[in-house]
């Protein structure tokens, strides 16, 4: 596609469920990042991927939370077990492996744990 | 890692020029200055970015400081589209964007 795609643009979820958010990546975007933004925040980093290369998980705040990408292209965050304070926007992004250092950001997942 | 400082927010009115300060006094050698911007609602989009020498594409100019250690994104004539909140970033040339540190940004209110 044009532009990097997220779903669900919005997740509501009981506390103690898992929930998955998807991002479909600009094609032949090689790397991809998840962010976390929560309200009036600037973006928290989670996860960095990178072609073949073992993923950056440096951010994840907890063994709770964790990220796939298959074959290089799509990538699901998955947050287990939920807690109210996990609300917020999860912005995927992307990046071409050469040229500028420029990302491409989806319009996010919003996530409210009640 | 180095950090930015910038306004809170900032009021313009339309079709005025904007100058959005950034100060990075612990810029190193190597980091670039990149600009994006975050609509309502929307997920962060790029703006501009730059090393050393001033910088012009078709949503804005960045000035850079001679000792690089604080610039303007310059928007020439604001509109109310521009209302947003600007993030200014340092950043490597290439690689892991990790250490990206995302602070609040500034605020832009446009007034019609």
């Known amino acids: 596609g044009a532009g990097v795609s997220q779903s669900p643009s919005n997740k509501v979820t009981e506390k103690g469920k898992d929930v998955e958010l998807r991002c479909d990546p600009i094609s032949g975007h090689t790397a991809l990042y998840w962010y976390r933004q929560s309200l009036g925040q600037g973006l928290e980093f989670l996860i960095y991927f990178q072609g073949n290369s073992a993923p950056d998980k440096s951010g994840l705040p907890s063994d709770r939370f964790s990220a796939e990408r298959t074959g290089g292209s799509v990538s699901t965050l998955t947050i287990q077990r939920t807690q109210q304070e996990d609300s917020a926007v999860y912005l995927c992004?992307?990046?071409?492996?050469?040229?500028?250092?420029?990302?491409?950001f989806g319009a996010g997942s919003r996530l409210t744990v009640l | 890692d180095a950090k930015t400082t910038q306004p809170n927010s900032m009021e313009s009115n339309e079709e005025e020029p904007v100058h959005l300060p950034c100060n990075h006094s612990t810029i190193s050698g190597t980091d670039y200055i990149h600009w994006y911007r975050q609509l309502p609602s929307q997920g962060p989009e790029y703006v501009i970015h730059?090393?050393?020498?001033?910088v012009n594409n078709r949503m804005a100019s960045l000035a850079i400081a001679e000792d690089r250690k604080s610039s303007t994104l310059i928007l020439h004539r604001a509109t109310l589209r521009d209302a947003a909140v600007y993030y200014c970033?340092?950043?490597?040339?290439?690689?892991?964007?990790?250490?990206?540190?995302w602070g609040l940004g500034t605020s832009l209110a446009v007034n019609p």
């Open positions: 970033i340092l950043g490597p040339a290439a690689g892991n964007n990790r250490k990206l540190i």
């Open positions: 730059g090393l050393t020498s001033n």
């Open positions: 992004a992307t990046r071409r492996s050469s040229g500028a250092n420029v990302l491409t």
